[in-house]
């Protein structure tokens, strides 16, 4: 298990590369076959648009790391965080404009997913099962807002975050968790904004056919668990692999990966890094298929709780 020891490590691997997918599709027309995010594809834009976001992300990692040292967490008098989730569908043709049945079973993925009572939970292999955690967040669909499109597909330029630009304003993105579902090119499945970048494009992105488990929901990305990993980084946590050879993910009960993991790997896959470490590859921050992730740690869940504590990016929503 990696131990973090240094806040500029933490700050430099917030700036670090998601790992590319090599299989590219135009408009939605071939297979995806391995997990690609493009959050960070869309953080450097972000940053090249706003001068001031690289200060306000370091301001509020170090907020998060001394949260997390005096274990600073949020919760509500029913002892989880409730979020309110809007999701915002743009369709060009029927089988896009995904059905309400398809939204809420990715809700309760999402349910399932963040308080450890997802069905292949018991998958966690023994030597997990220690940090296996229920992260206590509660998701509750709020509205689903529809627009048709003559859009054929969508960049991550987040112009579907605009009504200006063809797409949906996000509603209350202080206050509520906005999900933009339509069809992605470049072989992207997701894409989340990190705390501290602007409101009015806060939020996930997913790709209609990896949205949910029922409906339209593709294998191997048919169970849900490409919100639950967006999400994840809308809720501040990094790819178990740091972003880098053997990098850091800012967890201290992870082991450290040497890349990220695709399909499902073997049980007892090892790491080349530092001491051979068994892989977490079923944690939903790693790349595997949807039917192969299936836990997040203790770490992640005070790292998540440490962003909605006092000064924390994601507060507003823990009031």
Known sequence: MKKITLLSLAIACFFASCQKNNLTEDEGSSPILHRNCASQEVLEQQLKADPELEQRMNNFE???????KNNAQARLVNGVIEIPVVVN????TTSENISTAQIQSQIDVLNEDYNATNADSYLVPSNFQSVKANVGIRFVLDQVVRKKTTKKSWSTN??????STGGINATSPTTKLNIWVCK???GVLGYAQ?????ASTDGVVILNTAMGRVGTATAPFNKGRTATHEVGHWLNLRHIWGDATCGSDLVSDTPTHNTANYGCPAAGHKSTCSGTPVEMWMNYMDYTDDACMYMFSNGQKSRILATFASGGPRASFAQ
């Open 194 to 198: 990190f705390p501290g970048g602007a």
């Open 89 to 92: 569908v743009l369709y060009r």
């Open 184 to 186: 992605l090119s470049g």
């Open 158 to 163: 987040d112009a579907m975050k605009k009504s």
């Open 62 to 68: 170090q907020i998060i790391q001394q949260n997390i």
